[in-house]
């Protein structure tokens, strides 16, 4: 079967740099995806690596290390409203495709 | 504006009762989803449908049932079989079932008591 793994919470300040993990155990794997979401909110798409490398947009990176089963979510110039918890998630071929998410890292950015 | 809608955002039900949450999408989208969500986990794959008239279970489908009748519809109904109904329940859509990225909805919090 597959499984993620994240840690529950992280903590930073204001202005400073966040990296958030996630390792995954899946069979044909096709790619990682992370998520946004806040506290009631809906869940919002932040990227998608399919290969190896990393991926940016804006603040936000991206990194993938299929070999590793490995991935991680960097977030940059912290905010107070990325506050929030952000959820990996993969998909492969024993989810016909569909995603498995983590359980979801709650990042807590202080001033 | 383009979106997913899902009505109400809370909903109360006494035990025993059947409930029908609704999601509808405007975003032309082939592919619909319901996730559940329960506090400090992640989200677990109900129903899913990658065409209209189309549907498969997901890895937690015991309790519920849904139909796809129309490409923008997809209504999750939880039944009085499902033994711990209450959670907060997210609708999702994608271009296609292979599409990276979906579009959630704003959730339905459903309480039974």
């Known amino acids: 079967g597959q499984s993620l793994e994240q840690p529950s919470e992280v903590t930073a300040v204001e202005g400073a740099i966040v990296q958030m993990n996630c390792t995954y155990q899946t069979s044909g794997f096709y790619g990682l995806s992370w998520y946004q979401q806040h506290d009631g909110g809906a869940p919002t798409f932040l990227s998608y690596n399919a290969l190896d490398g990393l991926e940016e947009t804006g603040r936000f990176s991206s990194f993938l290390s299929r070999s590793d089963s490995y991935g991680y979510l960097l977030l940059q110039e912290l905010q107070m409203k990325d506050s929030a918890s952000y959820f990996c998630a993969v998909r492969d071929e024993g989810s016909q495709g569909n995603l498995i998410f983590g359980k979801g890292t709650k990042l807590s950015v202080k001033p | 504006d383009g979106g997913i809608t899902q009505s109400p955002k809370y909903l109360f039900r006494k035990e025993g009762q059947n409930v029908t949450l609704s999601c509808e999408q405007n975003l032309n989208h082939d592919a619909m989803y319901w996730y559940r969500q329960d506090p400090g986990q992640g989200l677990r794959l109900i129903y899913y449908?990658?065409?209209?008239?189309?549907?498969q279970k997901g890895d937690i489908a015991e309790g519920y049932s849904v139909s796809r009748e129309k490409k923008e519809s997809f209504p999750l109904t939880v039944t009085s079989a499902q033994k711990n109904p209450t959670a907060f329940y997210l609708c999702?859509?994608?271009?296609?079932?292979?599409?990276?990225?979906?579009?959630f909805g704003p959730g339905t919090r459903l309480t039974v008591t």
């Open positions: 999702a859509s994608s271009l296609t079932a292979s599409a990276n990225e979906q579009y």
């Open positions: 449908s990658q065409i209209v008239n189309d549907f």
